[in-house]
Nanobody, 116 residues
Framework: QVQLVESGGGLVQAGGSLRLSCAAA????????MGWYRQAPGKQREFVAA???????NYADSVKGRFTISRDNAKNTAYVQMNSLKPEDTAVYYC??????????WGQGTQVTVSS
């Protein structure tokens, strides 16, 4: 089993920045992917960004150039630096870890609110 604990959400004005963290604990294989999805009220959960244990990353088009994902494999922790935030980035952000067997584990979610 894997447990994920998120932190770093909050309220920020448009144009501001936040950094989310996602710390994983439990049975963690070295070859995994970590990342975030988000869900705004009344909308489906959507992919935000992901990073592989080797460092390769990918982003949703809506956040490219504004969000940067990184990870510290020694700490089993992933981060997403969110800059130039927009009101449409307001959502609950859920981190995940995908292990080589295809099991996906989720964090508890953290609220990000961007005011205009």
């Amino acid at each position: 089993q894997v447990q994920l604990v998120e932190s770093g959400g909050g309220l920020v004005q448009a144009g501001g920045s936040l950094r989310l963290s996602c710390a994983a604990a439990g049975t963690i294989f070295s070859d995994n992917a970590m990342g975030w999805y988000r869900q705004a009220p009344g909308k489906q959960r959507e992919f935000v960004a992901a990073i592989m244990s080797g460092g390769n990353s990918n982003y949703a088009d809506s956040v490219k150039g504004r969000f940067t994902i990184s990870r510290d494999n020694a700490k089993n922790t992933a981060y997403v630096q969110m800059n130039s935030l927009k009101p449409e980035d307001t959502a609950v952000y859920y981190c995940y870890l995908l292990n080589p067997a295809g099991n996906k584990y989720w964090g508890q979610g953290t609220q990000v609110t961007v005011s205009s």
